[in-house]
């Protein structure tokens, strides 16, 4: 399997987490990939960073490029499965990039996002809450192909709020970061 290298979707994402102040924050890094993000979040100051993938090329290039650090946890699986580990464990920053490209068929898992591009964002929709701490921040990447306005009116209705924080206009789409947070 090869590991997912860095395009538009990783620096934009990579970009957002640097605007954050993570000073003592335990963070989480789903689909990790190369770790580019992992390592956006130690320089914004995260105290903890669990980086998972479900491939494990991914999970070994991102130990590669974060050796220096040390409060890492790396597992290798399929979205929430790790928090079986640790099912009390919150989270005060999560960063997501899923495969959100539109496809007939999930061939390559890092990018084919099922219909609309949303078979794995939804099932992320459904179930981050139960990984979020109380004052937790959720930044996930979408595409305007993935009906973001949906997306925002369904957190809407599990009592979060979420706004476009970054975009960059690519000749087909848009990539977007979304700021997900509880609405107080």
Sequence with gaps: MEVYVPQEDSFLLEKAILKEDLKEKNCLDLG??????????????????????????????????????????????????????????????????????????IKWKDLDGGKKGREIIDVFLSEFEKILGPKGIVLLLVSSLNKPEEIISLLSKKSFKAKIIEKQKLFFEELLVLKITRIK
């Design 32 to 105: 990790t990939g190369s770790g580019i993000q992992t390592k956006a979040m130690f320089k914004s100051g995260a105290k903890k960073v669990t980086a998972v993938d479900i491939n494990p090329d991914a999970i070994k290039k991102a130990r590669e490029n974060n050796k220096q650090e040390k409060e890492i946890t790396f597992f290798e699986g399929d979205l929430f499965r790790f928090i079986h580990n640790n099912p009390s464990e919150r989270f005060d920053f999560v960063a997501f990039n899923p495969p959100y490209v539109p496809s007939d068929e």
